[in-house]
């Protein structure tokens, strides 16, 4: 593999996001249709590009193969610039077959009010977050996971964010964040009944204490 390089998001990054995005959490195990999987993974990725004011991709052989966003409370989240305001996201949802649209209504609702839950009582005490940390399958052991991390570290050390959180869950490489540092604050157990399946995952609300110069 060459050399790594990281780079600032840009819009021409987005579609292979979606893929990784997909490549994690597997929608396109209950999203059949190719229209409705792009849209889904389109809204879910507008929705982290709303929040985030820092968002980094690494790069291999000029392959995107990592992604990370995150969000300082000081900062303007100025990423949701690259957010697509048009209505064919919305068109092709309401294209999908009755049976689709419960089925990605009941998992973004379900992660929606998880991450509620978790956090709920705790809002105040944190001074950025992780929106979104993804490395390809094909590169993870790697230490891409590890850059990209720093990258968003280093962010929030400037920013003077001593306090970050981040959602997680079993599909993900949650113990990522136990092995550099982060403490497991609180869990849920989510199931989603879908048409022809179950989606079950434990979610996770983990916190990171950033050690600043002046502390």
Known sequence: MKAITIEDIRQEHLSTIHTLIDEIWDW???IRNEETLKATLSLY???VLRESSFGKVALANDQIIGVIFGRAETAYPHYKLLVNESLENVLALLKATNAEQRDIQAVLSGLDQSYRSL???REHIYHGSLNLFAVSESAQGLGIGKLLWEELQAYFIREGSSKIYVYTDSDCNYGFYDYHGFEQVSRIELNCQLMET???????????KILLSNE
């Open 28 to 30: 396109s195990s209950f």
């Open 45 to 47: 990725l507008d929705e």
């Open 119 to 121: 956090i709920q009582g």
């Open 198 to 208: 179950t989606w079950a995952a434990d979610i996770f609300l983990y916190e990171y």
